[in-house]
């Protein structure tokens, strides 16, 4: 699933393709992708949107147009954004929805496990419509300090590494990163997220930001189906500490990394390096 590090590569390497472009024609082909509204009005809708920029918010792509309206993009599992088309498309039957651009070219969105979707708003509906997803800040920007971190964990019972994943803390951390950024910080992921002293949750944010910074150096990392606009892998697989390692020693070490359940999550980390707070009270 794509985490910010991903998006954010897509971003990157779509940004100059679309800035300034014009949509020509819109097809949506999969409903499910602009639920509850229909695909054929949003479609109608966006022709003739002319792209502004293209951001990210958190895992969202936000596609900003010069009319003031937002189309947000989220990913899910599977999705993602094409850009030129890939050769054989017209035969491939995960792409949910093209959109031609006013240089001919094509976009193509593609999604073989269809839980991506796409929102289009009106000017002015943007922060209100993070607010109500009670999206956290953006955890490489500057309101993600060491004293935000601690407010949104304080007194929470649930396990630092669901605090993570549940986005209220900070924007954009999925499975792989939260992982990662738990190993960089040497916190135990079923830690109560209220229970981290200040040192623990400085430790995290460093950890937070150390592993998304490497993801997006690394352009993310490709397991199964990730793959960035232009169809490349990533590269951040090759320096995963802990995620999908289990039994395989741990780089700082030496202990064979561990693997458990968080919030139904497969959860790896060193049980040397990242030892239970559980455990040393029982
Ligand atoms: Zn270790």
Known sequence: MPELPEVETIRSRLAPGLTGRKLERVEILDPRL?????????????????VADVRRRGKYLVVVFESGRHLLVHLRMTGNVLHPAPEGRKDDPHVRAVVRLDDTSDVVYRDVRRFGTWDLLEPGE?????????????????????????RSLAGRKAPVKAALLDQRA???????YADEALWY???????????????????????????????????????RDYRSSDGSEGRMQHEFRVYGRADEPCERCGTPIAKTRVAGRGTWYCPACQPSELGSVA
Request: glycine letters at 12%; hydrophobic letters at 45%.
């Open 34 to 50: 602009t639920r509850p509204e229909p695909p054929e009005l949003v479609a109608a809708a966006l022709e003739g949107e002319r």
């Open 126 to 150: 943007l922060e209100g419509y993070f607010a109500a997803r009670r999206l956290g800040v953006e955890p490489l920007g500057r309101a993600f300090t060491a004293a935000s971190l601690g």
């Open 170 to 176: 900070a924007a954009g951390i999925g499975n792989i």
């Open 185 to 223: 910080a040497r916190i135990h992921p079923l830690t109560p997220a209220g229970q981290l002293d200040d040192e623990q949750v400085a430790a995290l944010r460093a950890g937070v930001r150390k592993a998304l910074q490497l993801g997006i150096r690394r352009q993310g990392a490709t397991l």
